[in-house]
């Protein structure tokens, strides 16, 4: 893959606070394998039918956005985020002044998250989230399939859209209106929307994540979420390797255009197995970095499939009319014996 460049102005925007909130979105565990996951919130009570009624709870406006689509290091984040209609311009833009997350500061929009997250707070008690952290180590695996099996990037992002709206509606919110950030032709990716959820209308927009409150709000989600992953991995590698805890993470944003993710990738590359689970292998950064001599990778070939030739255990041994030069492991043990001597 082409790897993705950022203008060098947006670099200070993308990387993580250094004191970033962690939200409840952040599994550890999985981070730490290299497994990809989902995590949903609590859908607020307001959002939900009365206990014993058959009627819907109140029309939801759903929003959808990624973040970390780019980057060589770390996952990549597909947000979403839902309330009630009318709530969505006073209670995301007026109070609040969620905004695409990319124009935000790190500091604000992890504040941003904290709110979310805080049971107190008007966001908490009115509106619902959930994110999939794509990691970097399946995105990977799915792009370097062989023989034509690739499993694209976008084809992985429509999956994590398509589960976690599923998601949603399985925990009984009933959303009437979609409103999604496009990862190729809106036209395109509107209609294969349609056809999965015929009941809503979808919107599929260029820029979403600046014209529909509840994109910006599932920007925040999804890139505080990943600033926070970033951290968790980095502390887990510094922990490791006896670097404080506190220091900021050395491989800044983690975009290929960031000198200082370039820089701790050539610095910290092992000769075989590369990195860990926070790098993705299938990008040009990464698979050009191993292949160069220079950096002191080391070629490996991988024995090909088995060829169909099949051996007896009989062929190990000599035949009674062999010589004893050329029975190359009889000899290293000794002057072979013939059957007789049994």
């Given at each position: 893959?082409?790897?993705?460049?950022?203008?060098?102005?947006?670099?200070?925007?993308?990387?993580?606070?250094?004191?970033?909130?962690?939200?409840?979105?952040?599994?550890?565990?999985?981070?730490?394998?290299?497994?990809?996951y989902?995590?949903?919130?609590?859908?607020?009570?307001?959002?939900?039918?009365s206990?014993?009624s058959?009627?819907?709870?109140?029309?939801?406006?759903?929003?959808?956005?990624?973040?970390?689509?780019?980057?060589v290091?770390g996952?990549?984040?597909?947000?979403?985020?839902?309330?009630?209609?009318?709530?969505?311009?006073?209670?995301?833009?007026?109070?609040?002044?969620?905004?695409?997350?990319?124009?935000?500061?790190?500091?604000?929009?992890?504040?941003?998250?904290?709110?979310?997250?805080?049971?107190?707070?008007?966001?908490?008690?009115?509106c619902?989230?959930?994110?999939?952290?794509?990691?970097?180590?399946?995105?990977?695996?799915?792009?370097?399939?062989?023989?034509?099996?690739?499993?694209?990037?976008?084809?992985?992002?429509?999956?994590?859209?398509?589960?976690?709206?599923?998601?949603?509606?399985?925990?009984?919110?009933?959303i009437?209106?979609?409103y999604?950030?496009?990862?190729?032709?809106p036209?395109?990716?509107?209609?294969?929307?349609?056809?999965?959820?015929?009941?809503?209308?979808?919107?599929?927009?260029?820029?979403?994540?600046s014209?529909?409150?509840?994109?910006?709000?599932?920007s925040?989600?999804?890139?505080?979420?990943?600033?926070?992953?970033?951290?968790?991995l980095?502390?887990?590698?510094?922990?490791?390797?006896?670097?404080?805890?506190?220091?900021?993470?050395?491989?800044?944003?983690?975009?290929?255009?960031?000198g200082?993710?370039?820089?701790?990738?050539?610095?910290?590359?092992?000769?075989?197995?590369?990195?860990?689970?926070?790098?993705?292998?299938?990008?040009?950064?990464?698979?050009?970095?191993?292949?160069?001599?220079?950096n002191?990778?080391?070629?490996?070939?991988?024995?090909?499939?088995?060829d169909?030739?099949?051996?007896?255990?009989t062929?190990?041994?000599?035949?009674?009319?062999?010589?004893?030069?050329?029975?190359?492991?009889?000899?290293?043990?000794?002057?072979?014996?013939?059957?007789?001597?049994?």
């Open positions: 893959m082409a790897d993705f460049q950022p203008p060098p102005e947006d670099i200070a925007l993308e990387t993580p606070a250094s004191d970033v909130f962690i939200p409840p979105s952040i599994n550890t565990t999985a981070l730490l394998h290299g497994d990809t989902t995590h949903f919130s609590p859908v607020p009570p307001s959002l939900l039918p206990p014993g058959s009627t819907l709870g109140p029309p939801c406006a759903l929003g959808v956005d990624e973040a970390g689509r780019g980057p290091l996952p990549m984040v597909y947000g979403i985020f839902y309330l009630p209609l009318p709530l969505s311009d006073p209670l995301l833009r007026t109070t609040h002044h969620f905004d695409d997350s990319k124009v935000l500061t790190p500091t604000f929009r992890s504040a941003l998250m904290q709110t979310l997250c805080t049971p107190t707070s008007d966001l908490h008690a009115s619902g989230w959930a994110i999939s952290a794509l990691s970097a180590r399946d995105i990977s695996s799915g792009m370097l399939r062989p023989h034509g099996g690739t499993y694209n990037l976008n084809a992985q992002a429509m999956d994590a859209t398509v589960e976690l709206i599923r998601g949603a509606y399985a925990l009984g919110v009933n009437t209106e979609i999604v950030d496009t990862i190729g032709q036209a395109v990716y509107q209609a294969k929307l349609e056809r999965v959820f015929p009941t809503a209308k979808i919107t599929v927009a260029k820029k979403a994540d014209l529909y409150p509840c994109v910006s709000a599932a925040v989600c999804a890139k505080v979420t990943r600033d926070a992953a970033l951290e968790t980095w502390k887990a590698r510094g922990q490791g390797e006896g670097e404080g805890e506190d220091e900021e993470m050395a491989w800044g944003s983690g975009y290929p255009s960031d200082r993710c370039v820089s701790w990738m050539k610095g910290n590359m092992h000769p075989v197995f590369g990195w860990g689970p926070e790098c993705r292998f299938s990008w040009g950064t990464a698979k050009d970095m191993l292949e160069a001599t220079k002191g990778g080391v070629k490996v070939d991988w024995p090909v499939d088995d169909g030739d099949s051996h007896q255990v062929d190990f041994f000599t035949s009674k009319d062999q010589t004893t030069e050329g029975d190359e492991l009889g000899t290293w043990f000794g002057t072979p014996a013939g059957l007789e001597a049994f």
